[in-house]
């Protein structure tokens, strides 16, 4: 899996199914075919077939998201996107591709973690890993990852996207109990599902490889902040030079199942080969994995058909293509991602012709849900396809963690009420005309606090170029909202220009340039999808300035407690309080071809992005 450095990029664009195609217009015709397509994916074929040795497997990346960085913690300055990171350096817990699972425990390094009592002290098992040049992975290694992560956040808080002050790693002190023991000193308690997601970003590398400052140097002790921050600045040093990825004996040392074979800096595609040292689940019987990057899916597409790929995601928009891939030989599968919510972010912050005094109203980003027609889109030609599932909550599909309301939505798509309740609170409701503010104030039945009369209602939406949909369903919501009057004014961005500038914890100066984006899907942890850092006032990923002591309140028990409600408790608030109006879900469409097999489980991991080509072989 790749992952984009800096706080507006590694949570977007490591996630973003992209598709540099041109958003069709919208419209909700054509339930019925969509359905005949979507039967064509539903169903993930079986593990199948004797295996045999040997082979090459081509994989497309992402679309626009091709890899530049190989150090597993890029800084933020670099802009990068990691090669591979998760096939030759393996976190501490491997991400799990299921709903209802943090970590894939038999792809992890480490046994599950035992608790004290309090939560306190966290000890944790090393497996029998060893690394590429033949010594075992062990608890050390842990110590100078967490310990070389700190030093990239002393340097900047950043250089880790998942990162908020006063929390992990912050507070933690991980010793060496023994090479096979790892123990975690906690200032703070920790809900165990939530540490484990920070687990599953924890990256292990070679504390005896790469505790050094400059090439043939002495071993320097990594707990010397000052030997720990010389450490990390060689090593970032290092990873900006793309010619040598493939000859660096740096990069060589890796526990994953695969080492670096060749890069090409300039396209970004490159091979891996098997790494015989590794000694975790998965025979590697294949000869190599390419990878292989794109501009476009449309091209991904066209490779498929050329028969060129063995591997890869399809953007939802060509749906109507499945029936011709499996009559080339391909299978096709398709599902909502877990723990994925598609959403506009609602800028709080943007002061444009009023814009935070009316988002401020709940009543107001009620009515702008109920505008939302969730099974239209997902029927629609040219916006899903058929390719979709309603969602109404950041909990995602399939969560054990659902919210209290289960399938009924607080606020289905209901133009009527949409109008009622502007209506209600003092707004004179013009048809395709201009809605305004008839009764100011602040009193029930009157518009709210800092409106005043005649303000009418009218914003910016930055929608992202790509994938297709997004512009589709950007379209279809505005052109709701201007049968109610309200004015969306959709400005067109690339998905680059938007990581870079369209936050407010990172880009505050472009506060009032958008007052809602859509840039695709955002991914929670799965098994665990904690709003942490999305939601919470001083959240580091907070990139409308939303705030509501409420929710804080419930992301702090979530993410500290034990209650194993709280999660749902959090999950129903945030979707009735809507920081941002949500979109359906739409499916990842995985397709491999039919000679290739592996568990199951392997290729579900790819809606989420998640590779694991160690398991998998052709056969027969």
């Known amino acids: 899996m790749t992952h984009v450095s800096g706080k507006q990029r590694a949570r977007l664009a490591v996630v973003l199914a992209a598709a540099v195609v041109t958003a069709a217009t919208a419209c909700t015709g054509g339930g019925g075919a969509a359905k005949d397509a979507a039967a064509g994916y539903a169903s993930q074929p079986a593990q199948s077939g004797k295996p045999k040795d040997g082979g090459a497997v081509t994989v497309a990346l992402t679309p626009g998201l091709s890899p530049n960085y190989i150090y597993p913690y890029p800084p933020a300055s670099a802009n990068g996107t990691v090669i591979a990171r998760g096939l030759m350096w393996r976190s501490l817990y491997r991400p799990s591709g299921e709903g209802d699972q943090v970590a894939d425990a038999e792809l992890s390094l480490a046994e599950p973690p035992a608790y004290s009592p ?10 029998d890993y060893k690394w590429s040049d033949g010594t075992p992975v062990t608890a050390e290694d842990v110590v100078f990852s967490l310990t070389l992560l700190k030093a990239a956040l002393a340097e900047s808080p950043a250089n880790w996207s998942f990162y908020t002050p006063g929390q992990f790693p912050d507070g933690v002190t991980a010793k060496a109990a023994a090479p096979d023991t790892l123990t975690l000193a906690l200032e703070t308690a920790y809900n165990p599902s939530y540490l484990m997601s920070m687990l599953t970003l924890l990256y292990v590398m070679p504390s005896k490889a790469w505790n050094v400052d400059r090439a043939g140097g002495p071993h320097l002790d990594y707990t010397e902040p000052k030997n720990a921050k010389a450490i990390y600045k060689y090593l970032t040093k290092e990873s900006e030079s793309q010619s040598t990825f493939a000859t660096n004996p740096l990069w060589q040392v890796v526990n994953g199942p695969f ?56 953007d939802s928009s060509f749906i109507a293509q499945i029936g011709a891939l499996k009559a080339k030989g391909f299978n096709v599968y398709g599902a909502p991602a877990p723990a994925r919510f598609d959403a506009l972010t609602i800028n709080f912050g943007n002061t444009v012709n009023g814009f935070d005094k009316i988002i401020a109203q709940p009543y107001v980003r009620q009515a702008l849900q109920q505008l939302i ?37 607080p606020y289905p798509h209901d133009p009527a009420a949409a109008e009622k309740l502007l209506t209600g609170n003092g707004w004179q409701v013009t048809p395709n005309g201009a809605t305004t503010c008839a009764r100011p104030g602040d009193g029930p039945g009157e518009c709210g606090a800092g409106i005043p009369r005649g303000q009418k209602i009218s914003f910016t939406l930055a929608s992202a170029n790509t994938p297709a949909y997004v512009g589709a369903r950007d379209v279809a919501f505005a052109s709701a909202a201007k049968k109610l009057g309200i004015e969306v004014k959709i400005v067109t ?46 959240g580091s990923f907070n990139l409308g300035s939303y705030g509501n002591a409420e929710v804080d309140r419930l992301i702090d028990a979530s993410t500290f407690g034990a209650d194993a409600k709280a999660l749902s408790a959090e999950v129903t608030r945030i979707a009735e309080d809507l920081p941002v109006l949500f979109f359906p879900t739409p499916h990842t469409l995985v397709v491999w071809k039919d000679t290739l097999s592996g568990p199951q489980s392997s290729f579900r991991a790819l809606l989420s992005y998640l590779y694991t080509p160690e398991l998998w072989y052709y056969h027969a």
């Open 493 to 538: 961005k690339s998905l680059t220009y938007m990581y870079s500038n369209y936050g407010n914890t990172f880009a505050p100066a472009s506060r009032n340039e958008w007052a809602m984006q859509d840039y695709g899907p955002l991914y929670l942890a799965a098994g665990y999808p904690s709003s942490n850092t999305v939601f919470n006032t001083k």
């Open 118 to 127: 309090d939560r306190k002290t966290v000890t944790i098992k090393m497996k």
């Open 259 to 314: 080492r670096l074979k060749s890069f090409d800096p300039t396209t970004g595609s490159f091979s891996l080969a098997p790494n015989e040292s590794y000694s975790g689940p998965g025979e590697s019987r294949l000869d190599q994995v390419d990878f292989k990057a794109f501009t476009s899916a449309s091209a991904v597409l066209n490779q498929f058909k050329a028969g060129n790929l063995t591997v890869g995601t399809l």
């Open 373 to 409: 027609d969730q099974p239209g889109y997902i029927a629609g030609r040219g916006i899903y396809n058929g390719a979709g599932s309603p969602n109404y909550s950041t909990a995602g599909s399939g969560s054990p963690y659902p919210p209290a309301f289960g399938g009924t939505p």
